[in-house]
T-cell receptor
Framework: GQNIDQPTEMTATEGAIVQINCTYQ??????LFWYQQHAGEAPTFLSY??LDGLEEKGRFSSFLSRSKGYSYLLLKELQMKDSASYLC??????????WGAGTKLIIKP | EAGVAQSPRYKIIEKRQSVAFWCNPI?????LYWYQQILGQGPKLLIQ????????DSQLPKDRFSAERLKGVDSTLKIQPAKLEDSAVYLC??????????????FGPGTRLTVL
């Protein structure tokens, strides 16, 4: 079957760095998305990885290892506004997104 | 460019009643998705349209849910009759294309449905 695993909740301190991990099992693989979702709002796109390695975009970076079925989202210089859920979604052979349940990130001052 | 529009934003109904949601995707986006998101969970795909044709409706409870996308633009999702477990946020998303290596989905604000 197809499955996305990510931690349910994480807590970090303002100004610190946090890494949110995601492991995936999909039928075929055509990339992996990370979305941010603030409470009561729609998901918004953060990153897309299809090749191995690290993609950096400002304070946010996303890493992919296809051989390990593993990705992580790295958030640096955390701000209070980064408190949100972070959704990992794998793209299968039919280009369908297989969504994880999301990781709720709590930022403390 | 204007984003994905959805209405209503909130809806409260009693079980066994009917409800309909509307979505207007980003102009030029051929692919439209309806998702159900229960609190604390990731989005669950209900139905995917490519233009006005259905690509995937394998997880749509067809005994009570229906959706259409006339003329390949706007879409409506209907629930008839509603059950308590249908309480969720219904998200509409659109993408420029369904295939290819990059099909970022743009989400609307969602409709929060409460079934009493």
């Amino acid at each position: 079957g197809q499955n996305i695993d990510q931690p349910t909740e994480m807590t970090a301190t303002e100004g610190a760095i946090v890494q949110i991990n995601c492991t995936y099992q999909t039928s075929g693989f055509n990339g992996l998305f990370w979305y941010q979702q603030h409470a009561g709002e729609a998901p918004t796109f953060l990153s897309y990885n299809v090749l191995d390695g690290l993609e950096e975009k400002g304070r946010f970076s996303s890493f992919l290892s296809r051989s390990k079925g593993y990705s992580y989202l790295l958030l640096k210089e955390l701000q209070m506004k980064d408190s949100a859920s972070y959704l990992c979604a794998g793209v299968d052979s039919n280009y369908q997104l297989i969504w994880g349940a999301g990781t709720k990130l709590i930022i403390k001052p | 460019e204007a984003g994905v529009a959805q209405s209503p934003r909130y809806k409260i109904i009693e079980k066994r009643q009917s409800v309909a949601f509307w979505c207007n995707p980003i102009s030029g986006h051929a692919t439209l998705y309806w998702y159900q998101q229960i609190l604390g969970q990731g989005p669950k795909l209900l139905i995917q349209f490519q233009n006005n044709g259905v690509v995937d409706d394998s997880q749509l409870p067809k005994d009570r849910f229906s959706a259409e996308r006339l003329k390949g633009v706007d879409s409506t999702l209907k629930i008839q009759p509603a059950k308590l477990e249908d309480s969720a946020v219904y998200l509409c998303a659109s993408a420029r294309q369904a295939g290819g290596s990059y099909n970022e989905q743009f989400f609307g604000p969602g409709t929060r449905l409460t079934v009493l």
